[in-house]
């Protein structure tokens, strides 16, 4: 048998629309540009992709999480710098009119990446904030920006969460929201888009002991990652040279990942230093300090942060996990089995429930079954078309247990559960079903 990975991100996003995965959004409209709609499969493991980050993130006794409002006082993004400094220099082509960012180009021989043309405008600056104003009168005075990034939430609220759960240093705070960014050049199916979300963590420490936990941090999410079953060949750390840094850091990491398209951000590690908080009390005038009870001293805190795409995180299991495997039978004819090999925390559908045929017989005790289980597990019921056909449908979503209720089943009060990566059958007593579920699911990958 020959198994092929993923080949291109086309593939995927064919797959994403026949399974329910993800749709262009506003479709019957002719689609808008690089937006997207999760179907409702793409909802439930978007859904998965956050409990997961949320339960790493949150589930200790130095991390509490928070959301904050999308829309933020405009100076919060005066004071971040995202007004004067959030912007990517924007090159238009002369000749087909294609736009880019000037940092994505050849910088020792710049053509356009569309026509191959030399002629090119000089960069200018474009701000990547999306602007709408507050209230019924649109005049300056009323500006609000649709936040770029949910960090800036947590730093305005540092003092909220210090004084209220009572933290001492150092902790964290955890968020996942929505942020809007003007991109140049969006694309890459949900891997770059206008609207996006992101989950990010801000560590706070004290200064001197930043260096020690940006490299605890670099650990703590490459483990995350293989906990997820993500392939170690296809993740790698890629620090940023001096030219790369972002105007507040000290030092940054990116995770990335190995994407049909090459190597790319997955989530970034940044040592943020003090320079948020410090801008967020020169600008409200309120002190953002913390004493150290202790040293008997007050400062201001350094932050690490992880910051990693909700929708990339979702794209990078998606390509990681695809595979078709490919074998010729007796006869020479050729049959390829499309399997996402999702890991079961991420699978949107945990399992499916598949009676053998539509006989009210069978489909009655089935439904039991279903109704037992969905209490709490995601499981799909599906008894149209032939079980083989059925068992295709569900590899191709990624569903790692298919549980079939036959003839015998009324007899001996058995069904047969079947895996997704080995296809090994078992038998197994219906009151155990749910024991053996749990079981294979902890000791899945071993
Ligand atoms: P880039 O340089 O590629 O524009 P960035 O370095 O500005 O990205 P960050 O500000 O560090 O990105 O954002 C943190 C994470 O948020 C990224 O690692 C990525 O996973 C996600 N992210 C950023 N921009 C987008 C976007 N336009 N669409 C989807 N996810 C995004």
């Avoid at 043309?117 to 000089?122: I, V």
């Avoid at 960014?181 to 979300?197: A, D, K, L, S, Y």
């Avoid at 670099?218 to 972002?246: C, M, Q, V």
């Avoid at 009210?360 to 056909?389: N, R, T, V, W």
Wanted: some cysteine.
């Amino acid at each position: 048998m020959e198994v092929n990975k993923l080949g291109d991100l086309q593939t995927l996003v064919s797959l994403s629309k026949r399974r329910g995965f993800v749709f262009q959004s506003s479709e019957v409209y002719g689609g808008l540009n690089s937006c997207w709609d999760y179907g409702p499969l793409g909802v439930a493991m978007k859904l998965n992709v956050k409990k997961a980050w949320w339960k790493a993130m949150t589930r200790r006794r130095d991390i509490e999480g928070l959301d904050a409002a999308i829309l933020m006082h405009p100076t919060v993004w005066k004071a971040s710098g995202h007004i004067d400094n959030f912007t990517d220099p924007l090159v238009d082509c002369k000749k087909c009119k294609s736009r880019f960012r000037a940092d994505h180009l050849d910088p020792s021989k710049p053509v356009c990446l569309n026509c191959g043309s030399e002629e090119l405008t000089d960069p200018r600056s474009f701000n990547l904030m999306f602007k709408t104003h507050m209230g019924p009168v649109e005049d300056e005075g009323a500006v609000v920006y649709l936040r770029p990034e949910t960090a800036q939430g947590i730093f305005v609220n540092f003092e909220n969460v210090m004084t209220s759960m009572r933290k001492k240093l150092p902790f964290g705070i955890a968020q996942i929201g929505k942020s809007f960014r003007n991109e140049i050049t969006p694309g890459n199916f949900v891997f770059r888009t206008r609207e996006f979300e992101q989950m990010e963590m801000q560590y706070f420490v004290k200064p001197g002991e930043d260096d020690s936990y940006f490299d605890q941090w670099k650990e703590t999410r490459w483990n995350f990652y293989l906990s997820l079953g993500i392939d170690p060949d296809n993740l790698r750390f890629h620090p940023h040279g001096p030219d790369e840094l972002a105007h507040y850091a000290k030092a940054a990491e990116d995770v990335q990942y190995k994407f049909p398209m090459g190597w790319q951000e997955l989530e970034g590690v940044h040592n943020r230093t003090d320079f948020d908080l410090s801008q967020h009390q020169k600008f409200s005038g309120k002190k953002l300090e913390y004493f150290d009870e202790v040293a008997k001293e007050k400062f201001v805190p350094y932050v690490i942060e992880t910051a990693v795409g909700c929708d990339r995180l979702f794209l990078t299991l998606l390509c990681d996990a695809y595979r078709e495997e490919v074998s010729v039978d007796d006869k020479g004819k050729e049959d390829k089995r499309i399997v996402l090999g999702l890991h079961p925390s991420i699978a949107p559908v945990k399992a499916a429930i598949l009676p053998l045929s539509k006989k009210p017989e069978l489909q009655e005790p089935a439904s039991k079954l279903f109704a037992d289980l969905s209490d709490d597990l995601d499981i799909q019921y599906d008894e149209s078309q032939s079980i083989g056909k059925r068992y295709r449908r569900q590899d191709e979503i990624g569903t790692p247990l298919c549980i079939t209720y036959d003839f015998d089943s009324l007899e001996d009060k058995q069904v047969t559960i079947r895996h997704r990566d080995s296809m090994k059958q078992d038998r197994v007593a219906i009151d155990q079903v749910k024991n053996y579920i749990n079981d294979s699911f902890k000791n899945y990958g071993e």
